[in-house]
């Protein structure tokens, strides 16, 4: 898979052409253009090469290289580095598939550098550059239409998640209560974890980058990530409140084990009880004693036996009357 996915300059955003890497310090001296670079998975060398075209801190390119990082946004000198997490739900396996895009945003250049489980962004591209008018904003609005595109995988993974509590909600209420159906939730709360942490620090990125204090970001691009602001917030509302109906859902299962352990426990006690009368009686003519009442009575033996039996019925009776049985 080729690490150069794109490597393409603008004028008033319109695509001018695919350019090389030696291309690029000449089309960022001119004022009116700016260069849109994308990464995928990019080696060291390649990463070095970039750096110094861009002049990009030794720091950035570091976490660049290494990914797995935590979605964060930083200022070195005159470039803008963010990183955001990637997710879609893998329909193979039934769980999510996390990735990272890193951006560089300087003065004039874009670049973006994707690791792990991410979608292309040629689709992205595509739409910006239907929409010139948009597009000649520069840097910022192709900066906004990634990560927006990023922000939106996250309503498909949450409804599937959704769709798993559903189901779990279902096997609580409905079906026998099992150690599979804890399993399951616990999974389930693991995921909604990892969404939490790759969502939450977006609306502190989100505040950053509307903040006028960032002039690598135009004032007029700035609104825009309101939007991507908005929609954060409404994931971390889904998660929050996925997490609230899972934890319901949790606690429900483990009243209703512990209910259905305690009816076994009754059915226990209850046999228990019956079973301790001919026990008894059995015990005390057991015993090798010479005079014991009705011992030469002809009769003694099955009048005892049947007294056993109706006995044991009787219990049977009251307990299974109060639901013990």
């Given at each position: 898979?080729?690490?150069?996915?794109?490597?393409?300059?603008?004028?008033?955003?319109?695509?001018?052409?695919?350019?090389?890497?030696?291309?690029?310090?000449?089309?960022?001296?001119?004022?009116?253009?700016?260069?849109?670079?994308?990464?995928?998975e990019p080696n060291s060398e390649t990463l070095s090469k970039y750096q110094k075209e861009f002049r990009l801190h030794d720091l950035a390119i570091e976490d660049a290289h290494n990914a797995h990082?935590?979605?964060?946004?930083?200022?070195?000198?005159?470039?803008?580095?963010?990183?955001?997490r990637t997710a879609q739900m893998n329909s193979v396996l039934h769980r999510i598939d996390f990735g990272e895009t890193h951006f560089f945003v300087g003065d004039h250049f874009l670049v973006t550098v994707r690791h792990?489980?991410?979608i292309?962004?040629?689709?992205?591209?595509?739409?910006?550059?239907?929409?010139?008018?948009?597009?000649?904003?520069?840097?910022?609005?192709?900066?906004?239409?990634?990560?927006?595109?990023?922000?939106d995988q996250y309503f498909p993974v949450l409804e599937a998640l959704e769709e798993d509590l559903l189901n779990i909600e279902d096997k609580v209420f409905n079906v026998k209560p099992t150690r599979e159906t804890t399993e399951s939730i616990y999974q389930l709360k693991r995921q909604l974890l990892e969404v939490k942490r790759a969502v939450s620090p977006l609306i502190d990125i989100c505040n950053r980058l509307m903040r006028y204090d960032i002039k690598l970001i135009p004032e007029e691009t700035q609104p825009y990530f309101r939007d991507i602001y908005d929609?954060?917030?409404?994931?971390?509302?889904?998660?929050?409140?996925?997490?609230?109906?899972?934890?319901?859902?949790?606690?429900?299962?483990?009243?209703?084990?512990?209910?259905?352990?305690?009816?076994?426990?009754?059915?226990?006690a209850g046999w228990a009880a019956i079973i301790a009368v001919p026990t008894m009686v059995a015990g005390f003519y057991g015993m090798n004693f010479k005079f014991m009442?009705?011992?030469?009575?002809?009769?003694?033996?099955p009048v005892v036996v049947?007294?056993?039996?109706?006995?044991?019925?009787?219990?049977?009776?009251?307990?299974?009357?109060?639901?013990?049985?």
């Open positions: 898979m080729h690490e150069v996915v794109n490597s393409i300059a603008y004028i008033d955003g319109r695509r001018v052409a695919n350019i090389d890497l030696e291309q690029i310090s000449g089309e960022l001296k001119s004022p009116d253009r700016f260069v849109w670079v994308g990464l995928h990082q935590r979605p964060k946004i930083e200022t070195y000198g005159d470039t803008l580095f963010i990183v955001l792990g489980s991410s292309s962004y040629a689709d992205v591209r595509s739409r910006c550059e239907s929409t010139p008018h948009l597009l000649k904003k520069g840097q910022g609005f192709a900066l906004y239409a990634v990560m927006d595109a990023i922000v929609h954060s917030l409404r994931i971390n509302e889904m998660v929050d409140h996925t997490r609230e109906l899972l934890n319901t859902a949790l606690e429900a299962n483990f009243s209703l084990l512990s209910i259905m352990q305690s009816e076994v426990s009754k059915k226990f009442p009705e011992l030469s009575w002809h009769y003694g033996y049947t007294g056993t039996i109706v006995l044991c019925l009787i219990i049977f009776y009251l307990f299974r009357k109060s639901g013990w049985l």
